[in-house]
């Protein structure tokens, strides 16, 4: 059965980075592309970017061009998303999804990864 | 980029009602590519439809979409009491996925 696992809450000051990991288990990891998407507490879905795993290419939204870098680890079946210079509005949920081309859309997720940013 | 806008934010409803759920988008939806997902406190998004239509694997068949343009619909035929939970649309195109706001049903 198909699982994603995320590494567990952060707190970070203002100004920090923070790395959030996915962990793929479950299916042939290179065959379908890794996506990240936020949630501030009690507010709707954003999609960060992707990442192809069998590649390492990826495409971020314009939003958050210069501040993510996702990567993966193809050896551990792992993704990463890095966020730096962090902002207090950057506290969220972040989870990754895998991606389904046919359908442009998501049918497994991570359970989600808090992160807090305060001074 | 499309925008979408889920209507009502909240729906007030009680087990075994029906309930329709809106999704307008900013503009023509030329591709199938509209999905609908569930969402409980403390869980991960569910996917339920994808293709404007079509059931994901293991959803009731209580659950449907329809629509076309920019005017979709998720419709729960008769309420479960496990079907209380927040539902959000997502459409792809020109490289970007976009989720609606929401929408919030909640047991009358």
């Known amino acids: 059965q198909v699982h994603l696992v995320q590494s567990g809450a952060e707190v970070r000051k203002p100004g920090a980075s923070v790395t959030v990991s996915c962990k793929a288990s479950?299916?042939?990891?290179?065959?379908?592309?890794i996506h990240w998407v936020r949630q501030a507490p009690g507010q709707g879905l954003e999609w960060m970017g992707r990442?192809?795993?069998?590649?390492?290419?990826?495409y971020y939204s314009e939003k958050f061009q210069g501040r993510v870098t996702m990567t993966r680890d193809t050896s551990i079946t792992t993704a990463y998303m890095e966020l730096s210079t962090l902002r207090s509005d950057d506290t969220a949920f972040y989870f990754c999804?895998?991606?389904?081309?046919?359908?442009?859309?998501?049918?497994?997720w991570g359970q989600g990864t808090l992160l807090t940013v305060s001074s | 980029e499309i925008v979408l806008t889920q209507s009502p934010g909240t729906l007030s409803l009680s087990p075994g009602e029906r309930a329709t759920l809106s999704c307008r988008a900013s503009?023509?939806?030329?591709?199938?590519?509209l999905a609908w997902f569930q969402q409980k406190p403390g869980q991960a998004p569910r996917l339920l439809i994808y293709?404007?239509?079509s059931r994901a694997t293991g959803i009731p068949d209580r659950f449907s979409g329809s629509g076309s343009g920019t005017d979709f619909t998720l419709t729960i035929s008769r309420l479960e009491p496990e079907d209380f939970a927040v539902y959000f649309c997502?459409?792809?195109?020109?490289?970007?996925?976009?989720f609606g706001q929401g929408t919030t049903l909640e047991i009358k």
């Open positions: 999804a895998r991606l389904i081309v046919s359908i442009q859309s998501f049918d497994f």
């Open positions: 479950g299916y042939t990891f290179s065959a379908y592309y």
């Open positions: 990442i192809n795993p069998k590649s390492g290419g990826t």
């Open positions: 503009q023509s939806v030329t591709s199938s590519y």
């Open positions: 293709g404007v239509s």
């Open positions: 997502q459409h792809y195109g020109s490289s970007l996925y976009t």
